[in-house]
C-alpha cells in the first residue's frame, strides 16, 4: 500500500509541476505580448501615427500643433454652447436659478449678453431687485450691470448649467424702512455658499418721511456677501467711503443665532473703530437691545442701548476720553431723525481736544454735522477745564438744526472772576463756504481778579462788568473779523454806566497774530489803555 501510496503522490507532483510551468510560461508571454502592445499603442498616440499621411510628410511638431489646434477649436466651440440658447427662456431660467440659489428676486431684461472671457458669464443690463416676488415695483437696488458667472460643466445644456458666483456693478441701493426690513430678514437666513459681488455702486439712506431727500450717502468700492459653512454665518463685507471718509464694514449673522448681529466699521483715516452687537427680543415685537464700542485718538466710549419703535435710549459705561470718564445718556428718534443727549466730563485738555478735531475736520468739510436732514441736541458738561487759565469748567450746548451747527447758550465759567455766554453763536454754509458767526459776552463777577490776570496797571482800569464781542471767521481760513466790541454794554442797560464802544479802536491785524498768553496780555494792556484816554 505504502508503494502505491507514493506512485500516486510522485505523479501528482509531476503532473501539478508540469501545468504550473506552462500556466507561468503562457502567463509571462500574455504579458510579453501587453506590454509590447501598449508601447506601440503609446508610441503611436505619442508620435501622432494616427495623422500620418503617405501623400503629405507631417512632421511631429506639426501634428501636435494640429491637434492642438483642433483640441482648442473644440473646446471654444463647447464654450460658446451658450450663445444658441433661447433668449427668451434664458430670462426666465436665470431668473428661476437667482431666486432658488440666491433667495433674490429679480426683474431681469431682455438685454442679455453671454461672454466666454475671463470665465463664462451673462451679462445682462439694467436689473432691478425687489423686496416682493410679487410686486415688480417694490424696487430696492437698480443695477447697471449684473455678470452670472456659470461652471463650465453642462454649458451645452440650457437647464443644467450651474452659476459659480454673480457680480453686480454701478448700482443704486436705496435703503428706507421697508428695504431694510427686508434686508434684514435677508440676512437671517440661510442664503448660498457662492458669492454675492458688488463693485462701483451707491447706497443711499432714505427717511420714509422724506420722499426726495437723502438723509445720507455711501459709496462700495468692492463688497461681497456669502454664507460660510463651516462658521454657520452669514458674512458681509464692504469698502467704500461716506461722506469721503474710507470705510471697512464687516457684519456678521450667525445662522443659529438669528436674533443677534455683530458689526464691525474701521474709518483708518479716523482711526476709529466701532463695535457694535445687537440683539432683538423674540417675544417682543420692534424691541432690540445691545452694545456699542467707539475707540478713537486714544478714547473708548461703550453704550448700551434699546430699541423701541423706533426711539434709541442710550446710556454708557466704563467710557473715557483721553483717560477721563464720561457718562451719556440719551434718546435719539430714528423718523424723523432727533438726537437729545446729556454728556458728562470730569475733565478736559482743550489743547489735547482741538488736535483731535483736526483730524475729524472733514465732517464739517462733507457736510456730516451741516447736513439739513442731522438733527440734534448734546449739552456737555464739563467739571474740569485744564491748561486754561480763564475758565475753571465749561457747559457747551451743541445744536444741530436743518444744516446749522449752534453753540448758542455755551458758558465757559472762572468761578472767581465770572463767566463767557455765547449769547448765539452759528457755524453754518454761506455760499459754499462754512462761516462762525457769534456774540459773546463776558461777565465779570470780581473785576480785581479780571485785571490780575491780564497784568492791567491800576491806572488803566476802569469799572469793569462786561465785554460783549461779535466776531465772524471763515473757518478755511486763519483771519477773523471783529464786528463789535463794547464794554459794560448790559450794565449800560441800568443807565447807571455808560456803554463803551471799542469797535474802532481793535486792530485785526495784530488779533489775527497774537500767538500765545503774553501776546494776549500785552493786547489787552493796549486796548484799556486806549479805553482809559478816551474816557
Known sequence: MKKIKAKIVNSYNRYYLSISKNIKYKTNKFIQYLTIAAKKIFFFIFHLNFMKNDKVNISLFNRYLILLIVLLFSFLFYLSTPGLYNKLELQKDLTKKLKEEFNLNTALSANITYKILPTPNFEISNVLLNTNNSNSFDTYAQIKKIKIYVYVKNLHNQKKFKIKNIFFSEGNFNIDSNSFNYLNNYLKNKISNKKIKIIKSKIFFKDKNIEKDVVSLASINKAYLIYDEKKNNVKMKIEGSIFNTN???????????????????????????????????????????????????????????????????????????????????????????????????????????????????????????????????????????????????????????????????????????????????????????????????????????????????????????????????????????????????????????????????????????????????KFSSQIFSKIYRIN
Open 247 to 521: 470705510y471697512n464694514l464687516t457684519l456678521l449673522r450667525n445662522f443659529y443665532k438669528k436674533n443677534s448681529t455683530e458689526l464691525i466699521i474701521k474709518f483708518r483715516k479716523l482711526n476709529t473703530i466701532i463695535k457694535n452687537i445687537f440683539f432683538k427680543e423674540p417675544d417682543k415685537q420692534n424691541y432690540f437691545k445691545g452694545r456699542s464700542s467707539i475707540k478713537f485718538l486714544g478714547s473708548e466710549i461703550n453704550t448700551k442701548y434699546n430699541i423701541l419703535d423706533g426711539l434709541i435710549s442710550v446710556t454708557s459705561e466704563k467710557s473715557k476720553i483721553n483717560n477721563e470718564n464720561l457718562n451719556i445718556k440719551g434718546k435719539i428718534n430714528t423718523s424723523p431723525f432727533f438726537f437729545n443727549l446729556d454728556i458728562n466730563l470730569e475733565s478736559l485738555d482743550p489743547i489735547k481736544f482741538i488736535e483731535g478735531l483736526s483730524r475729524i475736520k472733514n465732517m464739517l468739510d462733507d457736510k456730516i454735522l451741516l447736513n439739513k436732514n442731522l438733527n440734534g441736541k448734546i449739552i456737555l458738561n464739563i467739571d474740569t477745564v485744564k491748561k486754561i487759565k480763564f475758565i475753571d469748567k465749561a457747559k457747551i450746548v451743541l445744536k444741530v438744526i436743518n444744516g446749522k451747527l449752534s453753540f448758542s447758550n455755551s458758558e465757559l465759567i472762572s468761578g472767581k472772576i465770572g463767566k463767557i455766554i455765547f449769547v448765539e453763536s452759528n457755524i453754518s454754509l454761506i455760499d459754499g463756504k462754512k462761516v462762525l458767526k457769534s456774540k459773546i459776552l463776558f461777565e465779570i463777577f470780581n473785576q480785581k481778579r479780571f485785571y490780575q490776570k491780564l497784568q492791567i496797571p491800576k491806572n488803566k482800569r476802569i469799572k469793569l462788568y462786561d465785554i460783549y464781542l461779535e466776531i465772524e471767521k471763515d473757518l478755511n481760513s486763519d483771519e477773523l473779523n471783529v464786528k463789535k466790541l463794547f464794554f459794560n454794554k448790559e450794565k449800560s442797560k441800568d443807565n447807571l454806566n455808560k456803554k463803551i464802544d471799542a469797535t474802532n479802536l481793535v486792530n485785526i491785524e495784530e488779533i489775527n497774530n497774537l500767538k500765545n498768553w503774553i501776546e494776549l496780555k
